[in-house]
């Protein structure tokens, strides 16, 4: 079974530039999130998908972060105008339910390589 | 609100010695799961283990165990005979909405196991 694919791998801009980030989950998983991990710092959730509609964005910054999962499948997260501290690696997961008798938190997350952004 | 404190930022063992990394939550639910990240040098987090409230018997995988002690708030995790492999970052999360699996991760403990 195919993982959490990413890309781009790395990417480097200036500050007040745009940039767009672009997962793939596993086939079939209905839930997807993305996530910020500033450098020694744990991941921090920025929103969480259930098919194509947004379960939670409260960590999002709305001012500059934006983020779709138009067909339920794919999923971008865009950043305009980006700033210093958006400096990070930004990882997708996604995750389906083990036992459809049991409620919505057993569900397992699996990651992706994730995108490190360099904002200079 | 909901944390996950990890005091230890980093531990240094040499190959063979056992190793408990420490984490210790806050949440005011009653319902919730406890996790375990490893993230190696690749960065992509690989999952662990996943444990629910109301289970508090601990866990044993290979050279893995967990302990669960909720008078403690506590979910600390033991490598039995470090391996050189075992040299990651290792994150402890909590999730805590019952709508979803939104996960909050304590800072990381990383592990370095020398040969």
């Known amino acids: 079974e195919a993982g959490v694919a990413q890309s781009p791998r790395y990417k480097i801009i200036e500050k007040r530039q745009s940039v767009a980030f672009w997962c793939n989950p596993i086939?079939?998983?209905?839930?997807l999130y993305w996530y910020q991990q500033i450098l020694g710092q744990g991941p921090k959730l920025l929103i969480q998908?259930?098919?194509?509609?947004?379960?939670?964005d409260s960590q999002l910054p709305k001012d500059r972060f934006s983020a779709e999962r138009l067909k339920g499948v794919d999923s971008t997260l865009k950043i305009q105008p980006a700033k210093l501290e958006d400096s990070a690696v930004y990882l997708c997961?996604?995750?389906?339910?083990?036992?459809?008798?049991?409620?919505?938190?057993?569900?397992?997350?699996?990651f992706g390589p994730g995108t490190r952004l360099t904002v200079t | 609100a909901q944390k996950v404190t990890q005091a230890q930022t980093e531990i240094s063992v040499v190959e063979k010695e056992d190793v408990t990394l420490d984490c210790v939550y806050e949440?005011?639910?009653?319902?919730?799961?406890l996790f375990w990240y490893k993230q190696p040098p690749s960065g992509e987090l690989v999952f662990l283990i996943r444990r629910n409230s109301f289970d508090e018997q601990n866990e044993i995988s290979g050279r893995y165990s967990w302990n669960f002690q909720k008078s403690t708030s506590s979910f600390n995790f033991t490598i039995t005979a470090s391996q050189v492999v075992d040299s990651a970052v290792y994150f402890c999360a909590l999730s805590y909405n019952n709508a979803g699996n939104m996960l909050t991760f304590g800072g990381g403990t990383r592990l370095m196991v020398k040969p």
């Open positions: 998908f259930q098919n194509n509609g947004v379960v939670d």
């Open positions: 086939s079939g998983h209905a839930t």
């Open positions: 949440t005011r639910d009653t319902t919730y799961y």
């Open positions: 997961a996604s995750s389906s339910p083990i036992d459809r008798g049991k409620g919505a938190n057993d569900y397992e997350q699996y």
